[in-house]
């Protein structure tokens, strides 16, 4: 099948049961037994459930893996990776990622002794660089949040996997529709939900994705004994939202390439960042890495914090919020909000200064969308 056929059909056949065309939501907490250990492989809901069930596997049809994770979000699925780890492990991360990850790897996982180096997102040669003999995990976002660069993730695999270390891909941003990181070599794909696969900004949630048996039954048992799980409910409007994937991924990478655009002539943008565009230094291996540039466009705006401020309460189409991926059209300070958990200096050295905006442009009309930034930076 195709990917807008699995999106609509893979994990969710009509129920046996009735015949409903739509997978129902099992709101249930636990389920009958015959007798002991004798049940429909169902047994308790932390554990497993129908609902959860068919997103997991649709997740692992549209990645193109194996095995599908749930989780109650995208950062507990990130824990579920490094349950994988134990104290004195290195990972190798990329330097411009989300500040929730950076959070975890320096405020979480250094109480445990595991240390996290990171290296310029698009080189390389650093990631080979930077690894030691206790590196366990290379972790990539790409393409990187906010500054929009591109790692080769097929080139990250060849060097990772001659050290026999796991290869993540946070494909967040790409989704599964712009971007398949298992079928560059990743090991591991790690999505927030909450963001283009679910769409609609009204769920919480995370998965992997992954083909490897042995790391799928810990990460599994990790799942499990933690409990970090999506509701029935959670999972059953991820998988609504999952339906209309490919049609919104189309509608949002074409608004945004015109306000990419449209920004790359204003007086008051000093740069934007979007792959799609031609003087993009990574377009070359976007065009060859992904399906297409996707629905998020940063930009530094000329002059300083307070102008900002002022800038963005003008917006009416564009909500200055937290979040991405939704059909409404989001605006975000990445300073104060997402990557406020990063201490300034580190922020500022990687180009996350207090000018700079992220947006995830939605799905409304291209024109209403374009004259909402023209009367907002008037």
């Known amino acids: 099948m195709k990917f807008a056929t699995k999106a609509i ?5 009509p129920d046996p049961s009735t015949g409903a065309v739509m997978t129902p939501i099992f709101q249930t907490s636990t389920y009958a037994q015959a007798g002991l250990g004798e049940h429909k492989g169902y047994e ?3 554990t497993q459930n129908p609902t959860r069930t ?6 692992a049809a549209l990645e193109d893996g194996q095995y599908g994770l749930a989780f109650a979000s995208g950062m507990a699925a990130e824990q579920a990776v490094l349950s994988l780890l134990s104290a ?3 990972i190798v ?15 979480v996982m250094r109480r445990y002794n595991v240390e996290t180096s990171y290296v310029t997102a698009g080189n390389i040669h650093e990631y080979e660089q930077a690894i030691r003999s206790n590196t366990k995990l290379v972790w990539v976002e790409t393409p990187t949040n906010p500054l929009l660069r591109l790692v080769d993730i097929a080139a990250v695999v060849e060097i990772a996997h001659r050290h026999n270390l796991l290869v993540v891909v946070d494909n967040t941003f790409a989704s599964p529709y712009l971007q398949q990181p298992l079928n560059l070599g990743a090991d591991i794909v790690i999505h927030s939900t909450t963001k283009y696969i679910n769409g609609h900004s009204d769920v919480i949630g995370g998965a992997l994705v992954l083909n ?9 048992f990790y799942q499990n004994a933690a409990g970090g799980v999506p509701s029935p409910f959670d999972a059953w409007l991820t998988l609504r939202g999952i339906k209309t994937l490919a049609v919104r991924m189309r509608q949002h ?11 790359v002539e204003h007086p008051r943008v000093e740069k934007v960042y979007y792959p799609g565009l031609p003087g993009h230094p990574d377009r070359a291996l976007a065009k060859r890495q992904m399906k297409g540039f996707g629905g998020m466009v940063s930009f530094q705006f000329k002059g300083v914090a307070a102008d ?3 800038m963005v309460r003008r917006f009416k189409v564009f909500t200055l919020a937290e979040s991405l991926g939704g059909v409404e059209s989001l605006v975000c300070h990445p300073a104060s909000m997402t990557h406020g958990s990063i201490p300034k200096e580190i922020r500022e050295s990687r180009g996350l200064t207090d000018t700079l905006l992220r947006l995830s442009v939605g799905i409304e009309d291209t024109e209403d969308i374009l004259a909402d930034l023209e009367q907002a930076l008037a």
């Not at 490897?212 to 599994?220: G, N, P």
């Not at 990478?253 to 920004?263: D, G």
């Open 308 to 310: 900002v401020d002022t």
């Open 88 to 90: 004195g492990d290195h």
């Open 44 to 46: 308790y809901s932390r």
């Open 93 to 107: 991360s990329c330097d411009d990622l989300y500040g929730g990850s950076y959070r975890i790897f320096e405020r």
């Open 212 to 220: 490897d048996e042995d790391i799928y039954e810990s990460l599994k």
């Open 9 to 13: 059909h893979a994990g969710q056949e």
């Open 54 to 59: 068919a997103l997991e596997q649709c997740l």
């Open 253 to 263: 990478e074409e608004n945004a390439h015109a306000v990419a655009r449209f920004l």
